[in-house]
């Protein structure tokens, strides 16, 4: 079973900051299948990027995925305030899929 | 445009079994997923298993295996999930999601459901 790790845990920044989210997994995850979902308080995730680098529809273009293998990146340009939430990295290139703890994304 | 409909909030007591499920409604891919995710008061995401109905096909994280069943009935585009042998540790929100082929990521999500475990 593939483990993520997810660094930092807590990220504290300002609007119109560049964040930068780390996923780390325990093995090589097949054809990058990473996704990244965000999580605002009392509401269902979301999927912001699917196969590591592809945007969802109607996600904003100051979101990017990127890496291969066993490190993966979030970047989110200019945070705007609906931004400030948990993110969750999650493979499904390995059965059993998995998820990062979370990284929680504050206002400095 | 999918959308995921999710059964109500349960109570139970330790020891006893709980069914949540999960209706699809709108256009769906033939190939599509459904996934159960729980998400314990305070805590991240937790996978719990998947079901591919066209393909018959059940997929269950080892912590699970046994007390969790999924199944799918396809005429009524609803898929159930079945937990046994309920502690209060199960205490939680459980989500179904739908990705429209295995190989994309989960993007439609239901509201969930509220699962309380006590006696």
């Known amino acids: 079973e593939i483990v993520l790790t997810q660094s930092p845990g807590t990220l504290s920044l300002s609007p119109g900051d560049r964040a930068t989210l780390s996923c780390r997994a325990s093995?090589?995850?097949?054809?990058?299948?990473v996704a990244w979902y965000r999580q605002k308080p009392g509401q269902s995730p979301t999927l912001l990027i699917s196969?590591?680098?592809t945007r969802a529809a109607g996600v904003p273009d100051r979101f990017s995925g990127s890496g291969s293998g066993t490190d993966f990146t979030l970047t989110i340009s200019r945070l705007e305030p609906e931004d400030f939430a948990v993110y969750y990295c999650?493979?499904?290139?390995?059965?059993?899929?998995?998820f990062g703890q979370g990284t929680k994304l504050d206002i400095k | 445009q999918v959308q995921l409909e999710q059964s109500g909030a349960e109570v139970k007591k330790p020891g006893s079994s709980v069914r949540v499920s999960c209706k699809a409604s709108?256009?769906?891919?033939?190939?599509?997923?459904i996934t159960w995710v729980r998400q314990a008061p305070g805590q991240g995401l937790e996978w719990m298993g998947r079901s591919i109905p066209s393909l018959g096909l059940q997929d269950y994280a080892r912590k699970f295996q046994g007390r969790v069943t999924i199944t799918a009935d396809t005429p009524s585009s609803t898929v159930y999930m079945d937990l046994r042998g309920l502690t209060s540790a199960d205490t939680a929100i459980y989500f179904c999601a739908r990705s429209h082929d295995p190989s994309y990521g989960m993007d439609v999500w239901g509201r969930g459901t509220t699962v309380i475990v006590s006696s």
């Open positions: 709108g256009d769906t891919s033939r190939s599509h997923t």
């Open positions: 093995q090589s995850i097949s054809s990058g299948y």
């Open positions: 999650q493979q499904y290139g390995s059965m059993p899929a998995s």
């Open positions: 196969d590591a680098s």
